[in-house]
């Protein structure tokens, strides 16, 4: 494994300052996955963690994790893949050939396969062009990866550009110690919060096989309500100028606990669209101009790039769109032996899925887990990105649903819970599984890699939850 920081943790991993080539985070980061949730499925969380948890707690945990299972020796630090390519008979053995650099060396080495996990958080997206009269600005203006406290803000007028995760929590955050802060969005969002009904952990309640089922069934008409109505449960979106354009999209929605009261606090104004800018002030689609207006962060989220891939249409395949058989395998290599891990986005946790993702991987590696003819996995691809038109709208976002991508990969390998088989012989068990939240014990219940401490784990996650 070749690392470019000096530790594991990824995005976890807090600097001061954002570092090329690597994702960011602001020191104020918490988890929007509960522990119980999000952990790996195999190393639940300590007990007297809370449910959700500040980047340094979660990246302990990541360190913990590969201590445990001794995965440190594998890793090389401070070592940066400057190139990823077929080598020249690989379509008879599949190899690849990896140049890494290192304190200004560089060195060459062959591998069986390769799998990417470099995420996409790392190459910022800032679209100036979408923004006339930007230049004439005289604030200042800086892309939300390089937002990392508020204090210099103190006393400003400041505008947040984005209603996604990072775009609202700078904009809650900024507005303790902003004169006021305007955040400014031009589709709307859902805005969930952490804490769900009788301050139980949201995704206990919302992520379960059950609900999925449910929503399945259910004609699509019917769901939509029922979505919205969930969404509006704790405050009308409407009200707030929050509501999304696209009411019945299930884009992620974004959680965020304090932003309904600071907008009702009047500390956060929301705005729509900016129409242009000028010297110190910003003129919005609705017609008002906010004037004196001191510093603008851009919370346009990330584009997703592999600089060191030599040939960057293996993962691009069509129209530069990334094209992935399951969201994981380029489906037109010769030999599949490369894998994308984690760069899907589900109403579910990340740390579960790349690993299930990891498994199938080495399954395929291996050729225990075998491959349809290129020409179904491209329909296979097809017929996804048709269902997240319907259900999101857009096919070009990376989203998809959590259980019923987590129950593919695990069907495929032969580890998903076999729940007709556990009503009979574990019925306690089968029923936390249907009913209960859709833990990633559940994925260690069956079959390769199973672990012994799974049917455990499932029966006492509500007490560490409550602990």
Same mark, same amino acid.
């Given at each position: 494994?070749?690392?470019?920081?000096?530790?594991?943790?990824?995005?976890?991993?807090?600097?001061?300052?954002?570092?090329?080539?690597?994702?960011?985070?602001?020191?104020?980061?918490?988890?929007?996955?509960?522990?119980?949730?999000?952990?790996?499925?195999?190393?639940?969380?300590?007990?007297?963690?809370?449910?959700?948890?500040?980047?340094?707690?979660?990246?302990?945990?990541? *360190?913990?994790?590969?201590?445990?299972?001794?995965?440190?020796?594998?890793?090389?630090?401070?070592?940066?893949?400057?190139?990823?390519?077929?080598?020249?008979?690989?379509?008879?053995?599949?190899?690849?050939?990896?140049?890494?650099?290192?304190?200004?060396?560089?060195?060459?080495?062959?591998?069986?396969?390769?799998?990417?996990?470099?995420?996409?958080?790392?190459?910022?997206?800032?679209?100036?062009?979408?923004?006339?009269?930007?230049?004439?600005?005289?604030?200042?203006?800086?892309?939300?990866?390089?937002?990392?406290?508020?204090?210099?803000?103190?006393?400003?007028?400041?505008?947040?550009?984005?209603?996604?995760?990072?775009?609202?929590?700078?904009?809650?955050?900024?507005?303790?110690?902003?004169?006021?802060?305007?955040?400014?969005?031009?589709?709307?969002?859902?805005?969930?919060?952490?804490?769900?009904?009788?301050?139980?952990?949201?995704?206990?309640?919302?992520?379960?096989?059950?609900?999925?089922?449910?929503?399945?069934?259910?004609?699509?008409?019917?769901?939509?309500?029922?979505?919205?109505?969930?969404?509006?449960?704790?405050?009308?979106?409407?009200?707030?100028?929050?509501?999304?354009?696209?009411?019945?999209?299930?884009?992620?929605?974004?959680?965020?606990?304090?932003?309904?009261?600071?907008?009702? *606090?009047?500390?956060?104004?929301?705005?729509?669209?900016?129409?242009?800018?000028?010297?110190?002030?910003?003129?919005?689609?609705?017609?008002?101009?906010?004037?004196?207006?001191?510093?603008?962060?851009?919370?346009?989220?990330?584009?997703?790039?592999?600089?060191?891939?030599?040939?960057?249409?293996?993962?691009?395949?069509?129209?530069?769109?990334?094209?992935?058989?399951?969201?994981?395998?380029?489906?037109?290599?010769?030999?599949?032996?490369?894998?994308?891990?984690?760069?899907?986005?589900?109403?579910?946790?990340?740390?579960?899925?790349?690993?299930?993702? *990891?498994?199938?991987?080495?399954?395929?590696?291996?050729?225990? *887990?075998?491959?349809?003819?290129?020409?179904?996995?491209?329909?296979?691809?097809?017929?996804?990105?048709?269902?997240?038109?319907?259900?999101?709208?857009?096919?070009?976002?990376?989203?998809?649903?959590?259980?019923?991508?987590?129950?593919?990969?695990?069907?495929?390998?032969?580890?998903?819970?076999?729940?007709?088989?556990?009503?009979?012989?574990?019925?306690?068990?089968?029923?936390?599984?249907?009913?209960?939240?859709?833990?990633?014990?559940?994925?260690?219940?069956?079959?390769?890699?199973?672990?012994?401490?799974?049917?455990?784990?499932?029966?006492?996650?509500?007490?560490?939850?409550?602990?």
């Amino acid at each position: 494994c070749f690392e470019q920081s000096e530790d594991v943790g990824g995005l976890w991993r807090y600097t001061d300052q954002a570092e090329e080539g690597r994702a960011s985070i602001y020191r104020t980061v918490f988890t929007n996955s509960c522990k119980e949730m999000m952990c790996y499925s195999d190393f639940p969380f300590p007990d007297d963690h809370p449910n959700y948890m500040h980047n340094a707690r979660l990246q302990h945990y990541i *360190c913990k994790y590969a201590e445990h299972f001794d995965l440190l020796r594998h890793v090389q630090f401070k070592t940066l893949v400057t190139k990823v390519k077929k080598r020249p008979d690989f379509s008879v053995t599949g190899q690849w050939e990896v140049v890494t650099q290192r304190d200004g060396k560089e060195e060459t080495a062959v591998f069986d396969a390769v799998m990417v996990c470099s995420g996409h958080h790392v190459y910022p997206n800032l679209p100036l062009a979408d923004f006339p009269g930007i230049q004439k600005f005289k604030g200042c203006y800086f892309h939300s990866r390089e937002y990392k406290e508020p204090e210099k803000f103190r006393g400003k007028k400041v505008l947040v550009i984005g209603l996604g995760n990072s775009g609202c929590d700078i904009a809650v955050e900024l507005s303790t110690v902003a004169s006021q802060v305007y955040l400014s969005s031009r589709s709307g969002s859902w805005v969930m919060s952490r804490v769900w009904d009788n301050g139980y952990p949201w995704d206990m309640l919302v992520i379960t096989r059950f609900r999925t089922w449910l929503r399945n069934m259910l004609p699509r008409v019917l769901s939509d309500w029922l979505y919205v109505r969930g969404m509006n449960r704790f405050f009308k979106h409407e009200n707030f100028g929050l509501m999304p354009l696209n009411r019945t999209s299930r884009k992620e929605p974004v959680f965020n606990d304090d932003l309904p009261s600071r907008i009702a *606090c009047g500390v956060v104004v929301v705005k729509p669209n900016v129409k242009e800018f000028r010297e110190t002030s910003v003129l919005f689609q609705d017609g008002t101009v906010q004037d004196d207006v001191d510093a603008v962060v851009f919370a346009t989220g990330y584009s997703y790039a592999y600089p060191f891939m030599e040939d960057d249409s293996i993962i691009k395949s069509r129209d530069n769109q990334v094209t992935l058989y399951k969201g994981i395998l380029p489906p037109q290599l010769e030999k599949p032996t490369m894998a994308v891990i984690g760069l899907v986005q589900s109403l579910g946790p990340i740390i579960p899925t790349a690993d299930l993702q *990891c498994r199938w991987a080495v399954k395929v590696f291996q050729g225990q *887990c075998t491959l349809p003819p290129v020409s179904e996995m491209m329909d296979d691809i097809d017929e996804k990105m048709g269902k997240k038109l319907k259900w999101y709208g857009n096919s070009t976002t990376l989203q998809t649903d959590y259980i019923t991508y987590m129950d593919e990969l695990a069907s495929a390998i032969g580890v998903k819970p076999n729940v007709l088989k556990l009503l009979v012989t574990d019925p306690r068990l089968a029923l936390e599984v249907i009913f209960g939240p859709c833990s990633p014990y559940q994925f260690r219940l069956m079959g390769p890699g199973k672990w012994s401490g799974a049917r455990k784990a499932i029966l006492t996650q509500w007490d560490r939850t409550l602990q």
